[in-house]
């Protein structure tokens, strides 16, 4: 079973986006809709959860982002910028959800 966390901070506005792509995407690969909703209030949790920008999805413990593994300062402020395939977004692309879901074991 895959542990997933769904990480934001309380100033990010846009992770309830993050939170129903996640939900599609879990629908339909046929996964149970099992995650944990951490909200970051400190630069201590931020640290914990390696949480360098809102919104943050981790699979198995490790961000469905391929180039977040060079992030190494972690802090409870900011907003994420994603970058997949050529193109800018402020939340994890539905595709790139997918992908890490797929990934199975692996990913973590």
Not at 7 to 17: A, F, L
Not at 45 to 69: C, M, R, T
Request: net charge positive; aromatic share 12%.
């Amino acid at each position: 079973m895959k542990v997933i966390k769904l990480i934001h901070n309380k100033d990010c506005h846009i992770w309830q986006v993050a939170k129903k792509l996640l939900e599609e995407s879990l629908e339909e690969l046929s996964l149970p809709k099992k995650y944990e909703v951490i909200t970051i209030n400190t630069d201590e949790e931020a640290e914990k959860y390696k949480f360098f920008g809102s919104p943050q999805i981790l699979v198995n413990g490790k961000d469905i982002d391929p180039l977040a593994s060079g992030i190494k300062k972690f802090q409870i402020f900011g907003c994420r910028a994603y970058f997949y395939k050529g193109k800018f977004s402020e939340y994890p692309s539905k595709e790139m959800i997918l992908s890490a879901l797929k990934g199975g074991e692996n990913n973590g």
